[in-house]
């Protein structure tokens, strides 16, 4: 049974699922709604629908459902991807990494001193899981083909703790197995995927490393990226997830094709849910950085039950939160080339002045009608909003307001997308702690702003080349005007032609 446009989700009635057929997997009971909002942009209407019919199906939790027979069918719309089976008598432990069955075989077997890991102590197998994340739950299906390797594994290295996998169109591959003698060459879908692997690699080495911005530095980062991260992830590999996602989604970027946005997603997938192997400051900091790209990219939320009201904004709130990380890498105090805009002690009337005495950089008439449209906003807000309860909130509000205009005359110092991102993570970086608290919980002032930093900051970052950006500023207006007419609709008047004057 096929529900949604497309038959978006399907319910598989023998084991009591709903399973998502463009994410291939069993979406948890709990978490649908969130789901058709965060990862398809499935908005009230029409999610609406959906979640009534899905509320006469029985949907069963995660804990309650029961894995297949081994040797079963594979599940329709579930991937299968190749993996082991431990032989031990009466062992049934299933994994998709060798040096997972290598651990598992450590700890539950015992091997004797000087006893080498056969893989005899282990066999092929095809497996599928229902749900993903901390639900994965591996059955055996039938398949006609899994992976080969070699009679012997050394067990002299050390388990990594991270499950060095990838999912490919269904196929998988294990960067931690050992390589097949000339005897006992790969099969077809190992050289497959090894390929895919590699070309995205290339791809980010040659071309996405070069349109990166720097953690260190506003401007492009080519060698930051190519000498501090590459081989820092030559040697973690969830960090390598994170490089190889980038360049997936960037290749989508480019030539529009769905299948580098499922890489990319399967990808970002590892790099998230997986610890970085390695605890150096560059990883660090370089985990950071990519997690704030991808944030940006797929709007990826890792709280799962976020109310409706929460994820009608979500977007925005992650990506504040994201950015706002990420600009605490580069300090502004410490000699790098990015503005700091100040307003400890600021007061409303000073805000008010300084407000007024902002001019535009730039002769063009849109830019003009943006930055007189901003000016104006705290009084278009004193008109329609009710007067606020704390009048420091009013100061602070006026205060993400000035520091937006700065920084969108700021982002007009050059054409080019480096100045459009210093204005995008400046602005994030210099709004107040209380500011960002306002918008967390969901203060329609705050709210109303961050809609103008979405469409205009953002907006224009997208337009000059932060391919990184593409669809943010679309998809948090969206999000933003859904929240804004949950309550009496009052503030959606602020928004209006707002996302006609950025694009014109």
Not at 196 to 202: E, I, N
Not at 257 to 265: D, G, I, P
Not at 405 to 414: I, N, R
Request: charged share 20%; hydrophobic share 40%; aromatic share 6%.
């Amino acid at each position: 049974m096929r529900l949604g446009k497309a038959g978006l989700l399907e319910y598989n009635a023998e084991h009591r699922i709903l399973i998502c057929r463009e994410c291939q997997y069993a979406i948890q009971k709990n978490a649908i709604e969130s789901h058709l909002l965060r990862q398809h942009q499935v908005y009230r209407s029409d999610r609406k629908k959906l979640l009534a019919a899905i509320g006469e199906l029985d949907v069963q939790e995660p804990e309650n459902v029961s894995s297949p027979d081994a040797g079963s069918l594979p599940v329709q719309g579930l991937p299968t991807m190749s993996g082991y089976r431990c032989t031990a008598t009466d062992c049934q432990h299933l994994t998709v990494s060798t040096k997972r069955m290598q651990r598992h075989w450590t700890e539950k077997h015992r091997p004797g001193e000087g006893e080498t890991f056969l893989l005899s102590a282990m066999r092929p197998a095809a497996l599928q899981t229902f749900f993903r994340g901390t639900k994965i739950r591996y059955f055996e299906v039938t398949s006609a083909q899994a992976p080969l390797a070699n009679d012997v594994v050394d067990t002299s290295q050390t388990p990594d703790d991270s499950e060095q996998l990838l999912h490919l169109d269904g196929r998988s591959l294990h960067m931690d197995s050992p390589a097949p003698s000339l005897a006992q060459p790969r099969p077809t879908s190992f050289i497959s995927s090894e390929l895919v692997t590699l070309t995205y690699f290339h791809h980010f080495t040659s071309v996405t490393a070069s349109v990166l911005p720097s953690v260190s530095t506003w401007q492009q980062g080519t060698s930051y990226w190519l000498d501090v991260v590459v081989p820092s992830a030559l040697q973690d590999f969830p960090l390598m997830c994170g490089l190889l996602a980038l360049a997936a989604y960037h290749k989508a970027a480019l030539a529009s094709k769905s299948a580098h946005q499922e890489q990319a997603a399967h990808y970002s997938d590892v790099f998230f849910t997986q610890p970085a192997a390695a605890d150096a400051v560059t990883v660090r900091d370089a985990k950071l950085m990519i997690g704030c790209l991808l944030q940006c990219l797929r709007g990826r939320l890792k709280l799962a039950s976020l109310s409706e009201e929460a994820y009608a904004h979500g977007q925005a709130q992650a990506m504040l939160t994201s950015l706002r990380c990420c600009a605490c890498l580069h300090n502004p105090d410490s000699g790098g080339d990015g503005p700091s805009i100040t307003w400890v002690g600021v007061t409303g009337p000073a805000i008010t002045e300084r407000l007024s005495r902002t001019q535009s950089v730039s002769s063009s008439d849109t830019t003009s009608m943006l930055v007189q449209r901003l000016r104006t906003l705290p009084y278009r807000m004193a008109e329609t909003l009710e007067r606020p309860d704390n009048a420091q909130d009013v100061v602070t509000t006026l205060s993400a307001i000035v520091t937006l205009v700065e920084c969108y005359e700021e982002s007009f110092t050059a054409d080019c997308a480096a100045a459009a991102w210093q204005a995008v993570v400046t602005w994030v970086m210099n709004v107040s702690d209380r500011f960002v608290e306002l918008v967390m919980q969901s203060d329609i002032a705050a709210t109303v702003v961050v809609a103008h930093w979405a469409a205009i900051l953002v907006r224009r970052a997208e337009l000059v080349g932060c391919w990184w950006l593409t669809g943010s500023s679309e998809e948090m207006m969206l999000q933003i005007a859904t929240q804004l007419a949950g309550g009496d609709g009052r503030a959606l008047c602020l928004l209006d032609g707002l996302k006609v004057g950025v694009a014109s």
